[in-house]
């Protein structure tokens, strides 16, 4: 077969492109980084306000746009298509991508013996050899690679959130000396690549000469790929390479797609991931629908190096504070000729009709400006329905299983919603903990493997401190408060409980909280306090009596009212 009759067999997909810089070194603030020029030649850390300016996509829009012909409006309206709203999930997935490569080449400097021999070792060898009980390959390198997955429903924007962090990075940074030293090399930062719809390793290994090549100039592909040449020729030789452009950062997206392998064939791929990672020093990163969540529950999720950094799950978002600030921001771009307030009505019709999908959300809002601009030029839960039902039909099927709510009936639906049995698998066999955001983090039992929110455990330990609680009963109750409850409660509801609980006494824990001995009598402190103690407010008269209440009837903490005031404006 020859090389034009692989590459037809093996269809190249376009990878993304970042940009090419010429090396400029920053001095290092962290003692690990320094001296090595792969993290040196790398931009600053970033700040979030910095990635959240950068990340974020917003159409240029004025008021004075609506002044506009009808045809100028509606071409303007076509640039909410590429609207991105910066998410928590952007932030956080920023911070793992920055100390996954630097903290991978911690152990990649290109100037060290161990670096340099293991092209003299052969990369065959060193994936057949392993690494020992140190976890030093053949060479000596003592891989400090580390991997993640982000997985999650179909439209709520893991490819984007992960395409603009990469581009954030140069992609190829090239070096011609260092510290007066020759250094001459094109280094590969991150490279993004499909899984191939097959699920194939030899189209995934091909794919990733043919990237390369594009980003590079390189010829590998026509000095790697012929006829005849098997997948284990292929992977030594993508090692190899991987090793010699200091590969920062390998993302596989689309892994679902190994669903479609026959018996054996996922696992081949994501051993050798494992063997990336763990032997040759990669990081990898997978990105996926819920369907890919029982491929990477298995071997590969306990292979992987344990870091703390932890998977990401992305679900559709909850009628609550973020889908209110992802509604609010999206509204704003609107060429109507008159303008269209965003009531309550409008944000729950919104909701229904898209139920928090953030792809369905921002087409269905374009297309409800356009029936508008054309009709009465007013957006009203009306239109948004008639909308949908004309001209988003392939996915009201979908939008049905979602509103109806029915785990048995969204489990057929493995791209949007996970079989539980497997998820807690997943959950159960993580190294890490695993962050999850929206929807799921209300349907998923809390347990030591799923992250809480923890600006919301810092808060209710905090109500609990100033309450009376010492500090290890401030976090459990805290803790236990948070994983009995939705992530999407109010938080002055979540603080009144946690006042609420302080009224047991010190042998009535909360069920999940680990009982402690029980301390020697001491004397009754009410003597010694003052009548306006706060604690004097704990002594409960009743077992019915709320407690809170009655801090507020006297006057010692905030109404319902006055407490959300300070809470929201604070």
């Not at 409006?73 to 920023?94: A, F, K, N």
């Not at 509801?493 to 824990?509: C, F, G, T």
């Not at 109404?559 to 300070?566: A, F, V, Y």
């Amino acid at each position: 077969m020859s090389r034009a009759n692989v590459k037809s067999q093996f269809m190249f997909s376009p990878s993304l492109r970042g940009s090419h810089v010429k090396a400029m070194y920053i001095q290092q603030e962290i003692e690990g980084y320094k001296g090595n020029p792969f993290i040196e030649a790398l931009p600053p850390i970033f700040e979030e306000e910095y990635v959240a300016k950068a990340i974020a996509k917003r159409p240029a829009h004025t008021d004075e746009q609506r002044k506009l012909g009808k045809q100028t409006r509606l071409h303007l309206v076509q640039q909410i298509s590429d609207y991105v709203e910066v998410l928590p999930i952007h932030l956080t997935l920023e911070q793992r991508l920055s100390r996954l490569i630097r903290h991978g080449y911690k152990a990649r400097n290109p100037f060290t013996t161990e670096y340099v021999r293991q092209f003299n070792v052969g990369f065959q060898e060193l994936l057949n050899g392993g690494v020992d009980e140190e976890g030093r390959n053949m060479a000596g390198v003592r891989s400090t690679a580390a991997s993640f997955a982000v997985l999650g429903v179909s439209g709520q924007g893991k490819t984007t959130s992960i395409e603009s962090t990469l581009l954030l990075y140069p992609q190829v940074v090239e070096h011609t000396s260092y510290n007066g030293n020759p250094f001459t090399l094109k280094q590969l930062v991150w490279l993004k690549l499909n899984c191939p719809f097959d699920g194939s390793l030899k189209g995934l290994c091909i794919n990733f000469f043919q990237a390369v090549d594009a980003q590079l100039g390189t010829n590998y592909f026509q000095k790697f790929v012929s006829r005849g040449v098997t997948v284990d020729i292929l992977i030594p030789n993508m090692a190899q390479i991987a090793t010699l452009h200091g590969l920062g950062v390998l993302v596989i997206d689309e892994i679902q797609n190994l669903s479609t392998m026959k018996s054996g064939g996922a696992e081949k791929m994501l051993n050798y991931f494992t063997q990336l990672i763990n032997t040759i020093g990669v990081p990898v990163i997978t990105v996926g629908t819920y369907k890919a969540v029982k491929l990477l529950s298995g071997s590969f999720s306990q292979a992987r190096r344990s870091t703390g950094q932890g998977d990401l799950i992305i679900d559709r978002l909850t009628q609550g504070e973020e889908w209110n600030y992802f509604i609010e921001g999206l509204w704003r771009y609107q060429w109507t000729s008159e303008k269209c307030p965003l009531t309550a009505a409008l944000k729950d019709s919104m909701y229904v009709l898209t139920q928090g999908i953030v792809d369905i959300a921002v087409k269905l809002y374009m297309l409800a400006q356009w029936e508008a601009i054309d009709g009465s030029n007013k957006i009203t839960s009306s239109l948004l329905k008639e909308t949908a039902t004309r001209h988003m039909r392939l996915v009201q099927p979908i939008l049905k299983l979602l509103k109806g709510n029915n785990p048995e009936t969204l489990s057929l639906v493995d791209d949007l919603y996970p079989q539980w049995n497997v998820m807690d698998d997943f959950l159960r066999n993580s190294s890490e903990k695993t962050t999850m955001y929206g929807h799921i983090r209300n349907q998923t039992h809390r347990t030591e493997k799923v992250e809480l929110d923890q600006d919301k455990l810092i808060e209710l330990v905090k109500t609990a401190l100033d309450f009376g609680a010492d500090s290890d009963k401030a976090e459990k109750i805290a803790e236990y408060v948070i994983q009995q409850n939705e992530t999407e409660r109010d938080i002055v509801a979540l603080r009144k409980e946690v006042v609420n609980l302080l009224q047991q006494n010190s042998n009535d824990k909360p069920k999940e909280a680990k009982k402690r001995p029980s301390l020697p009598s001491r004397r009754n402190k009410d003597e010694f306090m003052d009548p306006d103690d706060l604690r004097q407010a704990l002594k409960v008269t009743s077992e019915k009596e709320d407690i809170y209440s009655k801090l507020a009837d006297a006057g010692n903490v905030p109404t319902d009212q006055e407490l959300e005031k300070l809470i929201f404006t604070s």
